[in-house]
């Protein structure tokens, strides 16, 4: 037994986390290292939602709103903490990327200026979304470098720009961003920031409250384990709910909703930034979710997913004379909870990997990512990794596959 393997087996023996494993249904042998982009199942979340139809939805039919009808603030509330964010600022709602046209909508429009800022590595739909929402405003999307520094960003902000928006943990290279640093520095230009937190929230430390951010979007069907297509997030700073006007002017947004009067009313709290009908049975994914974080505590899940990306990083800075150059920083504070790495033929590597039983996934055009859920991954498991991509490097048995991309990667 080489010794990183050894070291391995003694961090599982001395984990922490090791009995949240237990939690979650893992009936394979598989290495998935993809929760990054979908979790594993919590247990409670299957029996969570079962109960949901068979015991709400089944016996209490349309009476069941009454307790389901505040399911966005209330969850919201749950997640709160685990941003850095107060009671009242958080909702659960729709999907990430209609958070992000909300509120960057909303946003640009009260700044009274007309261009954004985002950078060219930032997460498609967001640029795309951002793009659309300047151009409307008779503006343009501003692009800096990947992973901007914040002199980087500095460099671009004047007095068009009323909005900057940032992954703070990158998607493509896992970077993490400073985000008290940049939000000074945005708030400096007499911008508003809008953080994408779907890589970060459940995996590192985000403290929204103390960035004095203004504003945040994320997934909940990564790092918290809410199950396929669950709803996304959205934050607004508290002092920002009454200046902000929602585009999406939906009856959840209006300040007396079983009115049903004639007109739209804003609501004066974060409810306004609500649309439609909340898909309760995916909330019960959020609510376990959540739960589950929180109960293990950000501290430790942070600690031991800086412990698995080293690990990870020490095995695969050795593969460099195969054409493995490591995207990712290096420095434990700079990343997130994945490791990326760059090779020519990344796509067919990709697939070898998952011939042989790990599941991580391919970004076009050259990028392989390995994302590390610090709730259910093993060390061991993560040298294995480690070692199964060695082997196919060195036996190159990717040259064999094919290298058109096809389906999800
Ligand atoms: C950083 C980031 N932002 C936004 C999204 C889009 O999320 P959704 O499809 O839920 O709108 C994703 C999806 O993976 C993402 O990784």
Known sequence: MDSLTKRAIDLDLSDPLASYRD???????LVYLDGNSLGRVPIDAMERIRDVVEDQWAHELVLGWDHWLHS???????LAPLIGASKGEVAICDQTSINLFKLASASLEASGRTNIVTDVGNFPS??????????????????AAEDPTARELAALLDDDVGLVSLSHVAYRSGAMADGAEITKLVHGHGALMLWDLAHSVGSVHVHLGEWEADLAVGCTYKYLNAGPGAPGFLYVRRDLHEKLEQPITGWFGHADQFGF??????????RRFLVGTPPIVSMAGVEVGIALTTEAGIDALRTKSTMLTALFIEAAKSLSSHGIEIVTPLGPSQRGSHVTIRHDSAFQIATALRKR????????PDLIRFGFAPLYTTFAETIRAAEILREILELRTYDALPATRKGVT
């Open 261 to 270: 009067t004639e007109k739209w009313e804003a609501a004066r709290d974060v």
């Open 126 to 143: 967001d640029r795309y979304v951002l793009e659309s929402i300047a151009t409307a405003a008779g503006g343009r999307l501003i692009l």
């Open 72 to 78: 966005g603030t209330r969850i919201g509330d749950l």
């Open 357 to 364: 039983g790990v599941i991580p996934d391919f970004r076009a």
């Open 23 to 29: 939690r979650f249904i893992i009936e394979d042998d």
